[in-house]
């Protein structure tokens, strides 16, 4: 996106806010009565992240185009003018003072990346436009304000995912934490993970750091490789992690990898090529899922774009939006104050990637899945948890009852490629092949063999 030189922003800022509270009392906010409804979309269309913005944007895209060709919202079609912030937080806060001033949305979608979303969201906040994160998971993001929604799970339950799976699936009892001290994401799941983990009985044995953009992390898994882990969570984004797994079996660990949604990218394979094999991280859904809902976003995905597999980023973004659209056809006008209120009374909207009901702090209650990383860069469905109190009944409408534990029995599941596709081209490592990955402990067995050990195994949804 262009920069807009910082005096001029504020008088944007200052002419827009005026003109906003006089249009408030009659409702009209960011519509006016003939033309589109506007809503501003914020993502990395561009630079390390790039996937993530532009897995989304398809997403968005084609909840849009379902809306518009069912009528559209109370009469009125809708349109999205996407910014891109390239990646860095202030270019976020940026584009959502832009689309707010000059551009009046009526409701903002981003960021995806929790650190992005933290900045962009005091001046949604501000402006009473409400913000939908499609999968910022860092908890702070919606304690911003009563205008922040979010349509994904968060981390105290992301990093209870994983470290659950750590401790009784691939029984770690030695763990290592590699974390990105520049990314509130990164640092909150870390902390997330190790609660849990020590509480599950396991030994945080080393905490190393680094920041977003770093290349060399050979010291850092130096000192991780001397602390003899079981296994290594990284909490990164992917193009870090890719280069960390490379790294890590440089220095000549053989340990599994484990992570969070942010590793979810085509890139992810990409980079750090078969040093990932045997790896697990925590997402929003698989593709693999045979519950109907989400095979049939997966076939309209496909058929929009050229036969691209959706990634989580893209159906948590289409849950994003189709959220936000039912919010506007049951608000009782389109002003910011009453989507927000209909934002909030969202119950069991049936989103792709689960049941969306809004809790009282704007955060919804969903399951997660647990991914693992198989030769060629596939990605096997190894479980599914189901939160505390949810029926299991979402998004799969699969069986009922006992939440599922994760460690899927049903056998490696193949994707035929992870993601959505990056429109951006740019750098790409050659994957090299990592050395074999050992078993010399019961974790490292679990990794080769995808057999979780001594854990009620988990059914994968059926139809
Ligand atoms: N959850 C990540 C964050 O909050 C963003 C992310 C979501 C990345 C889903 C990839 C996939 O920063």
Known sequence: MSRIPARLLLCIVAAAIGCKSKEQGSGMVGANAQGAIVVGEVGSMTGTEATFGTSSDRGIQL???????????????????????????????????????????????GEVASTRSLFMAPKAQA????????????????????????????????????AKFGRENLKVARAAILKDVRNDYSVGLAKVFSENFRKMGGQIVDEESYSSGDVDFKAQLTNIKNATPDALYVPGYYTDVGLIARQTREVGMTIPLMGGDGWDSERLYEIGGAALEGSYFSNHYSVDDPSPRIQEFVAKFKKAYGGQLPDSLAAQAYDAAGMLFDAMKRAKDLSGPAIRDA?????????????????????????????????????????????????????????????????????????????????????????????????????????????????????????
């Open 63 to 109: 909840a849009v185009s379902e809306v518009n060709g069912a009528g559209g919202i109370k009469n009125r079609q809708v349109t999205v003018i996407a910014l891109d912030d390239e990646g860095k937080p202030e270019e976020a806060a940026t584009a959502a003072t832009r689309l707010i001033a000059s551009e009046h949305v009526t409701a903002l979608l």
């Open 127 to 162: 402006a009473k436009v409400p913000m939908v994160s499609p999968s910022s998971t860092n908890e702070k993001v919606t304690q911003v304000g009563d205008y922040i929604f979010r349509a994904c799970f968060i981390d105290p339950f992301q990093g209870y995912v994983m």
């Open 343 to 463: 934002l909030a009374e969202t119950k069991s909207y049936k989103g792709v990637t689960g049941d969306i009901s809004m809790d009282q702090n704007r955060n919804p209650v969903k399951p997660a899945v647990v991914l693992k990383i198989a030769k060629g860069g596939k990605y096997d469905f190894a479980g599914r948890v189901q939160p505390e109190g949810i029926a299991e009944t979402s998004p799969s409408e699969g069986p009922k009852g006992a939440p599922v534990a994760p460690g899927g029995n049903q056998g490696p599941k193949k994707t035929e490629g992870n993601t959505a596709p990056n429109a951006v081209p740019g750098r790409l490592a050659t994957p090299t092949p990592a050395p074999e990955v050992g078993s010399t402990s019961s974790a490292q067995a679990a990794a080769t063999t995808g057999q979780p050990q001594g854990v009620p195994a988990g059914e994968h949804p059926k139809k």
